[in-house]
T-cell receptor, first 112, second 115 residues
Framework: RKEVEQDPGPFNVPEGATVAFNCTYS??????FFWYRQDCRKEPKLLMS???SGNEDGRFTAQLNRASQYISLLIRDSKLSDSATYLC?????????????FGTGTLLAVQP | ETGVTQTPRHLVMGMTNKKSLKCEQH?????MYWYKQSAKKPLELMFV???????ENNSVPSRFSPECPNSSHLFLHLHTLQPEDSALYLC??????????????FGPGTRLTVL
């Protein structure tokens, strides 16, 4: 099983649609979770951290389910500018190692 | 300058060349990272420095040699690379909380092509 697994997409949605991405992780000892956004040929940028209680930032809602070891990102009222690759990131803890593991990303294309 | 900067932004080199990538962070962070991003693959962590000490080396070939002279600067020295090393090399920095690494902030990357 991959350490962090995401559906690569692409997700093609019309403007105004609601879209959800899921991500699963294999290390139950993981403590920190993030969603990053990466535009084409640009560096990844932090979109939001994911907290156990769930958190919302404008049109974006992130949720964590520790029992099932998955993280979700919900985008409401999609904009053209939301088109990007969304990376699920998990803080992986194994022995003396503590590092962030990135998923392959989910590509979102919002259509006019 | 703010954030994380990287130079050069683009680099083309032959297999026998020696070159260095430079990263500088202006965020007061105490951990810095090198990642490799190839097409259709997830980011691959190469090296982690925390408080200027290397704490992670993910079985990276010796033709990649990192250097962290201080908490704000990170270098990646390249020597005798292979064409499959062509990729986007990203530098990132973060703070640490105890043994945990926090949100990472990335530089714009160096797009490397090895001929």
């Amino acid at each position: 099983r991959k350490e962090v697994e995401q559906d690569p997409g692409p997700f093609n949605v019309p403007e105004g649609a609601t879209v959800a991405f899921n991500c699963t992780y294999s290390n139950s000892a993981s403590q920190s979770f993030f969603w990053y956004r990466q535009d084409c040929r640009k560096e990844p940028k932090l979109l939001m951290s994911v907290y156990s209680s769930g958190n919302e930032d404008g049109r974006f809602t992130a949720q964590l389910n520790r029992a099932s070891q998955y993280i979700s990102l919900l985008i409401r009222d999609s904009k053209l500018s939301d088109s990007a690759t969304y990376l699920c990131v998990v803080n992986w803890i194994g022995g003396a190692t503590n590092k962030l593991i990135f998923g392959t990303g989910t590509l979102l294309a919002v259509q006019p | 300058e703010t954030g994380v900067t990287q130079t050069p932004r683009h680099l083309v080199m032959g297999m026998t060349n020696k070159k260095s990538l430079k990263c500088e962070q202006h965020l007061g962070h105490n951990a810095m990272y090198w990642y490799k991003q190839s097409a259709k693959k997830p980011l691959e962590l190469m090296f982690v420095y925390s408080l200027e000490e290397r704490v992670e080396n993910n079985s990276v070939p010796s033709r990649f040699s990192p250097e962290c002279p201080n908490s704000s600067h990170l270098f990646l020295h390249l020597h005798t690379l292979q064409p499959e090393d062509s990729a986007l090399y990203l530098c990132a920095s973060s703070t640490t909380s105890g043994s945990s690494y926090n949100e990472q902030f990335f530089g714009p990357g160096t797009r490397l092509t090895v001929l």
